[in-house]
Each structure stands twice: as C-alpha cells, then as structure tokens.
C-alpha cells in the first residue's frame, strides 16, 4: 500500500471527524427546546452577531440547548438570523443568562427581501435568574428571510441562550349569559400548560381572576355574578407559568330567566279568567257576548302598564297610578345614567301558589317599549 494511498485515506478520515460536531448539532436544528415555544431555526440558518467574547458565538444561541449561549462581551449588540427559505411567524422567544439581577429591552427587524423592517415594539423583561425564560416577543405576523435582535443588556453583559421562534394559535372566546353566572367557551391551545381568566365591570379592566386546569376549554361557569351587570371577560393561555396566548375580550350580562306568564282574558286587576254568566243574566240593554261578561273596571286611580321587551315579549300589568309613576321615574332616571339595573314590579293579587308575594324584576337594558292605559274614572 502506499504513502499516498495512506495519506489520502487519513485526510479523509481527519475531514470526517472535523465535519461530524456539525452533522450532529445539525440535527438538533429545527427542533423544539426544552421549556420553550416554537422551534429553533432550520438546519442552513447563517447566525451573525454584532461582537462576541471569546468562543461565545453568535451560533450558540440556535444550537438546541439553553446551556451554552452567545455573549456579545459589551453591553449592547444585536444578532442577525438569516434562513434558507421564508419562515412564516409572528413571535420569537429567548431565554437569555442573567447574572445579576437586571433589565433587558429587545427590539426585533424582520428581512423582507434585502431589507431590514421593525416587526416589534420595544419590550424591556426583568431578568432575575441564570437561564431566565422571560414571555415570548410578540411581532407582526409575516413570511420574513430572517430576522435581527437587537437589544441592551442593561448593567451587564448581553447574552443570548437560545432563540426560538413560531406561531401563536389563538383564543375564540365565547360567552353566555346565565341566572348569576357566565358561561364561557374557548378552543384548545395545544401547547398550554393551563388557563387563567380575567374579568371585571369594565372593558379591559379586570378585577378578579380565576386559574383552571389546561383541560379545561369549554362550559365553564363563572358564579356569584349579579343579574343585570355587565361583566368583561378575557382568557389567557399560560406555559410554564409564562402568559403567552391572550383571547378576545366578550361582555355578558347575566340575567334571570325570562318566562312567558299565561294571557286569558279576564278580570285586569286579578288576573283570574272570568266566569260565564248563567243563563237569564245578560241585561235587556246589552249584546249578548257569546257566554262572557266584560272585565270589570276597578275604582281608583289606576293603569294597564304594558311592557314589551327586546324579544317581542310582552308583559301586563294593574298597578295605581303611584306604582306606574314610579317605574317611569326609576327609567328616565337610568336612561340619564343613574339608577339600578333592575326594577321590581309587584303582581299584586296576580299571585298563584304560596306565595307571600311576586315580583316581576324588569332589566332597564331589555326592555323595547311600554305603553300606559289609565283607566276613566
């Protein structure tokens, strides 16, 4: 065998050994990483940086493991991504070293054929330890070449860990209005660890928060809410602790159940049908009716309140005059903006079962119209 033979068998063993770190981190490329959304980028991904300290090199932070990382060995730096084809995305998540203690503001370009645009706001995380996972950066979905970060490491140097990106699903909220409660609706988030939702009085205001299980995404029933206000819900996708996907915002007004009363001609002021008259009753001076006699007109002065509600359904009354007076008192006064929701109005003798009383409770914002018919005195 000879010397050239030899050699040229050792130089390509020697190249093969060089070119197997690259084969294997290769494979680690277009993967997920450990506590992080999204993917790193594919295999053929050309990593640049602004400066680098030492053997910390920009590639470092898209190898696949948040143990090795990229430092820029000053304060502020940037590192540009480049991609062998398009990649569709609208966030970038990182996972950046911090020792010690500090705040770290990120502002992202995407590379639009030959061209750098701003794609995010500025996002300022407050790092508190080594290998800190801060929420992922949102930016405006696109197919983008590549993308550059830059950002100032705040009272150290700037370090990258690892560098993933994706797509966010998202959250389609529904709700439903109960008896004192809300019924909510979303979709899954697949890669949620759990949920927490946000509600309160005011649009995108929240004063209470609840947290449920990741396997929960559909009817789920907020108690405890009062009928007739209206309540402002958001969901938000959590993972591992971190607030990720946030849905839109629905309002629901809780409210009683509405129910149809029974309509039968008879006498206004007890709701009761009325008998037929026995036979030899009707007056010489009256038509015959047919067997009924006409309602009779109570003394005193008072009205037919007839309310028709936003669903067509209408509801009768026989109140005095004070009692129509003052629901149109407590109307006028909540169309002014002040005033409750509600307004309770007395059945009176209209009253089936036992009972000590029934109250019929009127939603300011369900109702259409309503019309008043005094009786002639």
């Not at 990649?87 to 770290?104: D, G, K, S």
């Not at 995380?125 to 705040?154: C, F, M, N, W």
């Not at 959590?238 to 039968?264: D, K, L």
Request: proline share 6%; aromatic share 10%.
């Amino acid at each position: 065998m000879s010397k050239k033979f030899l050699a040229t068998v050792l130089s390509f063993f020697l190249i093969s050994i060089m070119l197997l770190p690259s084969a294997t981190h290769a494979a680690t490329l277009n993967k997920t990483v450990e506590g992080m959304l999204g993917f790193s980028p594919p295999y053929g991904t050309i990593a640049k940086a602004s400066s680098s300290y030492l053997d910390y090199i920009a590639e470092k932070s898209i190898d696949g493991s948040i143990q090795t990382y990229w430092n820029a060995g000053t304060y502020k730096g940037n590192i540009e991504l480049k991609f062998p084809s398009a990649i569709e995305l609208n966030f970038v998540h990182i996972t950046t070293a911090a020792q010690p203690v500090r705040e770290v503001s990120y502002t992202i370009y995407g590379l639009e054929g030959e061209k750098w645009v701003k794609i995010s706001d500025q996002v300022t995380h407050s790092l508190k330890a080594t290998y800190t996972t801060p929420p992922p950066i949102k930016v405006k979905q696109g197919a983008y070449d590549g993308i550059r970060i830059e950002a100032d490491g705040g009272s150290s140097w700037l370090a990258f860990n690892e560098i993933t990106l994706g797509t966010f699903e998202t959250i389609d909220l529904t709700g439903q209005p109960q008896n004192g409660s809300a019924k909510l609706n979303w979709n899954t988030i697949k890669e949620a660890t759990n949920y927490k939702i946000n509600y309160g009085t005011q649009p995108n205001k929240y004063s209470d928060s609840i947290s449920v299980e990741k396997d929960t995404k559909g009817n789920l029933v907020i108690p405890n809410l009062t009928n007739g206000t209206t309540y402002y819900f958001q969901v938000v996708a959590i993972f591992n602790g971190v607030e990720t996907v946030i849905s839109n915002e629905v309002a629901v007004t809780p409210n009683e159940p509405q129910t149809t009363e029974p309509t039968t001609p008879g006498n206004p002021s007890t709701g009761e049908p009325s008998k037929p008259s026995e036979p030899g009753t009707t007056k010489p001076d009256e038509p015959s009716t047919g067997g009924a006699t006409n309602p009779q007109s109570p003394s005193g002065n008072r009205a037919i309140l007839v309310v028709t509600m936003t669903t067509g359904l209408e509801k009768e009354f026989d109140l005095s005059m004070k009692e129509v007076n003052d629901f149109i008192a407590w109307y006028e006064g909540k169309q002014a903006g002040s005033g409750s929701a509600s307004y309770a109005i007395n059945k009176h003798d209209n009253n089936k079962g036992p009972f000590s009383s029934r109250k019929n409770y009127m939603l300011y914002d369900r109702i259409l119209t309503f019309e008043v018919s005094e009786y002639s005195k």
